[in-house]
């Protein structure tokens, strides 16, 4: 089954007992049993929903795995995989991520004991170097969050085999779409579904993806155990939002590309960061790793200040100014100041962050009319 038809069909079938073809929104609590634990596969909506079983069933196919959970957030979904760990093991994470995920690991699991590392992940043999005796998973964004960084998922799962530990990818920025991290040797696939998945800016939701029976076990139990699950309501918008995954994404790779080709040339902007030119050190495996380049883009002015970045963003008047990103409308944010705040500025700027970075959530108005905003914006 091709990906237009998985959005549509993957563990998705009319309702049995009324031939509904959208999915329902089975909006209740818990189930009515014939006796003790004699009733029809449900018993506490909690454990389990049948509008959350669909979207988690259609989730996993279209990541090409056996196993999907949904969860209240992203980060809900971090929290769990972080969970599987003990005090004293050790997570390596690429040091240009979002900063939620840095402020989860460093400010809500480093006071309990698990050990995190942020290193560049360019290639394999340092990477090999940076494992040791505690090393249990490393954590990938790629492209990554705001650098648009590339990271080679199939190198690292040789690497991580080896050394018989997790691979885990946050796949939102790229989407079942572009690529699929199991299909590269990925042992768990994230997504703030809230992005691009939900697509319409209207639902917080996250998920996991897996192949492995036992580690979707462990998941399942601290899902269900600690609680952070979606409602149904949530559920049905995401299962409606897929279904034009493919042509949403179709038209942010569009728009981004005319985007990141106007502003390269723009005499105000320093530096673009984008996937798709031929120039970007990812860039190759890009090509190889994904289908497209993506909608999402940072640029730096050569004005490197924090004021110089808010009169743009200030100027905007299609960009909305606002966190998250992936949604039909554009998007525009500073990461310093909003969604990487969390990250201390030193580490900010190793990475490349300056205060005058402006990241872009490319959607899918006509592209030149967001060509003519961003003009107006930059003067």
């Known amino acids: 089954m091709k990906f237009a038809t998985k959005v549509l069909h993957a563990g998705i079938k009319p309702d049995p007992s009324t031939g509904a073809i959208m999915t329902p929104i089975f909006q209740t609590s818990t189930y009515v049993q014939e ?24 989730i996993a196919a279209l990541e090409n795995g056996k196993f999907g959970l949904c969860f209240a957030s992203g980060l809900a979904a971090i929290d769990a995989i972080v969970k599987l760990f003990k005090p004293g093991d050790e997570i390596i994470s690429t040091n240009d991520l979002y900063g939620g995920t840095y402020r989860i690991f460093t400010k809500v699991f480093e006071p309990y004991g698990i050990k ?56 939102t920025f790229a989407t079942p779409y572009l690529q699929t991290p199991i299909d590269l040797g990925a042992d768990i696939v994230m997504h703030s579904v809230t992005k691009y998945l939900g697509g319409h800016s209207d639902v917080i939701m996250g998920a996991l993806v897996v192949n492995d029976e036992e580690l979707n076990d462990q998941l399942s139990f601290l899902q269900n155990s600690c609680g952070a699950v979606p409602g149904p309501n949530d559920c049905f918008l995401v299962l409606r939002g897929i279904k034009t995954l493919h042509l949403r994404m179709e038209r942010h790779c569009e728009n981004g590309r005319k985007i990141a080709e106007f502003l390269v040339e723009h005499p105000k902007v320093g530096r673009v960061f984008w996937p798709g030119f031929e120039t970007h050190p990812g860039h190759l495996v890009a090509r190889n790793q994904m289908k497209d380049f993506g909608g999402m883009i940072s640029f730096s002015l050569k004005e490197d200040s924090q004021q110089a970045a808010f009169t743009v963003l200030e100027k905007f ?4 100014l606002a966190e998250s990103l992936g949604g039909v409308e554009s998007l525009c944010g500073h990461p310093a100041s909003m969604t990487h705040a969390a990250i201390p500025k030193e580490e900010r700027v190793r990475v490349g962050l300056k205060d005058s970075l402006i990241r872009l959530s490319v959607g899918i108005e006509d592209a030149d009319d967001l060509i003519d905003d961003l003009a107006r914006a930059l003067g």
């Open 317 to 320: 008047e299609l960009f909305s």
């Open 116 to 171: 995190f590392r942020f290193i560049s992940i360019d290639n394999k043999s340092d990477l090999e170097k940076a494992i040791n005796e505690n090393t249990r998973m490393i954590w990938l964004e790629t492209p990554t969050n705001p650098m648009m960084n590339i990271i080679d998922i199939k190198m690292v799962s040789e690497v991580s085999k080896n050394k018989n530990i997790l691979l885990a990818v946050d796949n």
């Open 35 to 58: 006796s003790p634990g004699k009733h029809k596969g449900y018993e506490y909506a909690r454990t389990q929903n049948p509008t959350r079983d669909v979207l988690e069933n259609n």
